[in-house]
C-alpha cells in the first residue's frame, strides 16, 4: 500500500469514535441540495473508505496484470494481492480453507452458482428445497427456476405479524424429501436475524444441505461458518463497504469437490483438448476467466477496516442507534415499524399513514437524508406485510444518533407538508 493510505482504526480503542470512522469515508462530507449527507441507504449499498478507494487505485497505478498466469513481476504481485484477499475473506468467515472461499460478481451469483451446479447434479424429481417468506428475490428466484426445470418442491417458511422466524413452523416442513434449506441470515427489510446454527442442525438432521444468504449479516455481525455448520454461505463485497462487482461462495470442500464447474473457459480448467477437458482443483475451478481482481483486493481492504474496528463493536454501536432511532420514530403519529423481532439488525423498515413510501423518500431526500422505498426485492414479504411497499432506513458503522434525528425531523417535516 502507498504510504499516502490512511492509517487503519485498531480495535484496541476505548471507545467508538464514530466520529473518526467516519472521517475515513469522502463521499459523507458532500452536501445534497445544501445540506450535510444522512446517508441511510446501507442495506442497499454501503460507502466506501477511503483505505478501499486507495486500495483499488493502488492496484491499477502500481500491481494490475492478470493473476495466476504470468510469471512477470507484475502478474506475480497481482495474484500475490488477489490470493490475500481470499484468505482475509476465509479468516473473516472463519472458514477451514481458503480454497472454500469462490469469488463471485455478487451474492446473487454466488446463489445462483449452488443452483446451478448442486442443484442440477444431486436434487432430483419430487425432491423439496425450503425458503422463508422474507426471502431477498435474489434466494427465490434461482430456486423457483431449479423448481420448474427439475420437478422440485418449494416450500416457504412463513414469519410472525413481528417479522420473527417461526422455528416450529420450519420444523413441519422438514420431511425425508427435503434436500436444500436456502434462508436469509438476515432479512434485508425487516433486520430480523434468524437461528441460523439451530436451522442448520435441523436440517442436518433430516438429511438437508444448508445455505445461508449472509448478504446483510456479514456487516452487521461476526459470522463463524464452521460454527454455524452451514454448507454453503453467500454474501458481497458493496454492502460491506468494499467495491460493487465482487461477492463470495462459502462452500465446504467436499461438496465444492463434488460439484461441475458452474462456467466454463479459461482458468477453470486442468487439461482441454479437442475431444474433453478436465477441471482445476478448488478455487479455480468455479472462477472461469479474469476474475474481478481489484475489486477483490478491495474487498480485501474492507475487511481489513471492519477488522481492525471490530466486529462486535461494530455491532455494539449499531444496536445502540437502532434503539435510538426506533424509540424516536415510534414517536411519530403514523408511523409504522415493520419488523419488530427481538434480534434484528440495524434496519427499519415503516410506512407513513396516507403517504407513499416513495413520496417519503423523495421529500427526505431534500434535506440530504438518503433512504430507500419500494419492496426491496422482497415482494412476497410485502404481500405477507399486506403493503406494496415501505420506506427503509438502514445504519452503517459511521451513522449517529444525530443522523436518527435528521430522519425524524425531515419524516416530521414531510407530514406537516402533505398533511
Known amino acids: 500500500m502507498s504510504d499516502t493510505a490512511q492509517a487503519m482504526p485498531t480495535a484496541n480503542d476505548t471507545a467508538y469514535d464514530v466520529l473518526s470512522y467516519r472521517s475515513d469515508f469522502p463521499i459523507l462530507s458532500e452536501q445534497i441540495y445544501d445540506k450535510p449527507l444522512i446517508f441511510l441507504d446501507n442495506a442497499a449499498s454501503a460507502q466506501k473508505p477511503q483505505q478501499v478507494i486507495d486500495a483499488v487505485r493502488y492496484v491499477y497505478e502500481h500491481e494490475y496484470a492478470n493473476v495466476h498466469r504470468g510469471v512477470h513481476y507484475m502478474s506475480e504481485k497481482a495474484t500475490e494481492a488477489y490470493e490475500g484477499a481470499r484468505v482475509k475473506v476465509q479468516r473473516f468467515i472463519n472458514a477451514a480453507h481458503d480454497h472454500e472461499v469462490i469469488f463471485t460478481r455478487n451474492a446473487t451469483e454466488a446463489v445462483n452458482m449452488?443452483?446451478?451446479?448442486?442443484?442440477r447434479r444431486f436434487l432430483e424429481p419430487g425432491d423439496e428445497i425450503i425458503i422463508s417468506v422474507m426471502e431477498h428475490h435474489a434466494n427465490i428466484v434461482p430456486w423457483q427456476m431449479l423448481r420448474d426445470e427439475k420437478g422440485l418442491v418449494l416450500k416457504a417458511v412463513p414469519v410472525t405479524d413481528d417479522g420473527e422466524f417461526l422455528l416450529e413452523d420450519f420444523k413441519k416442513l422438514l420431511t425425508p424429501r427435503t434436500k436444500l434449506v436456502a434462508i436469509t441470515h438476515t432479512s434485508n427489510v425487516l433486520g430480523t436475524i434468524t437461528p441460523v446454527a439451530e436451522i442448520a442442525r435441523l436440517a442436518h438432521d433430516a438429511g438437508a444441505k444448508v445455505l445461508f444468504d449472509g448478504s446483510q449479516?456479514?456487516?452487521?455481525?461476526?459470522?463463524?461458518?464452521?460454527?454455524?455448520?452451514c454448507d454453503f454461505y453467500v454474501f458481497t463485497g458493496h454492502k460491506l463497504y468494499g467495491p460493487s462487482g465482487v461477492g463470495v461462495l462459502y462452500g465446504k470442500e467436499e461438496l465444492l469437490n463434488a460439484m461441475p464447474p458452474y462456467l466454463g473457459g479459461g482458468?477453470?480448467?486442468s487439461t482441454v483438448t479437442l475431444a474433453e477437458s478436465t477441471w482445476a482443483e478448488l478455487p479455480n475451478k468455479f472462477e472461469a476467466g479474469t476474475p474481478m481482481i481489484a475489486q477483490a483486493i478491495g474487498l480485501g481492504a474492507a475487511i481489513d477496516y471492519v477488522s481492525a474496528i471490530g466486529m462486535d463493536r461494530i455491532a455494539a454501536h449499531e444496536q445502540d442507534v437502532l434503539g435510538y432511532a426506533t424509540q424516536k420514530l415510534t414517536s411519530i403519529p403514523g408511523l409504522k415499524i415493520f419488523g419488530t423481532a427481538p434480534s434484528k439488525a440495524a434496519v427499519i423498515s415503516f410506512s407513513m399513514e396516507n403517504i407513499h413510501p416513495h413520496d417519503i423518500a423523495t421529500i427526505i431526500d431534500r434535506a440530504g437524508v438518503a433512504c430507500r422505498a419500494g419492496h426491496h426485492c422482497a415482494q412476497p414479504l410485502m404481500d405477507r406485510m399486506g403493503v406494496p411497499a415501505m420506506t427503509r432506513a438502514s445504519f452503517g458503522l459511521y451513522n449517529t444518533r444525530a443522523d436518527a434525528d435528521a430522519l425524524v425531523?425531515?419524516?416530521e417535516f414531510t407530514q406537516e407538508f402533505l398533511g
Open 409 to 411: 425531523e425531515a419524516l
Open 267 to 269: 482458468e477453470m480448467i
Open 114 to 119: 449452488v443452483a446451478g451446479t448442486y442443484g
Open 217 to 229: 449479516a456479514a456487516v452487521h455481525s461476526v459470522v463463524d461458518v464452521q460454527a454455524i455448520d
